[in-house]
């Protein structure tokens, strides 16, 4: 949602142009949002099967593989990456940026104290 902000303090709110590529680089976060979400839950499958709620995750629960989970995220990380250099290539370094980090995050640096808020922090 942040990226709207950008629309307000720019003064471009009712610029059909810049409202579509915010829209945009909005709906490209959230694909690479659910590239993230899928490498996340394919790396606590097991932690999520022994939880109650969790459990019930679809690759938790095995009714999604997690070879079709990394191969979606991979299909999805290459549009959504893809979409972001179209939109403006230095919006492409950004969206490489945000992507290594939230995947690093979900791979390690969750679990390390300070470093988990300093990564979401950054995130922003």
Not at 49 to 72: E, F, L, W
Request: hydrophobic share 60%; glycine share 8%; with cysteine.
């Amino acid at each position: 949602m942040l990226v709207f902000a950008g629309l307000i303090f720019g003064q471009k709110l009712l610029d059909p142009s810049a409202v579509a590529t915010a829209g945009a680089a909005f709906a490209t976060f959230c694909v690479l949002s659910g590239v993230v979400y899928l490498i996340n839950d394919v790396g606590d499958r097991e932690a999520d099967r022994r939880h109650p709620v969790k459990s019930r995750r679809p690759i938790a629960s095995g009714a999604v593989s997690p070879s079709t989970a990394i191969a979606t995220a991979a299909v999805l990380a290459a549009c959504g990456l893809a979409a972001a250099f179209a939109i403006r290539w230095q919006f492409g370094i950004v969206a490489i940026a945000y992507l290594v980090l939230q995947v690093v995050y979900s791979m390690s640096i969750k679990h390390v104290v300070i470093l988990d808020v300093l990564a979401i922090a950054f995130g922003f």
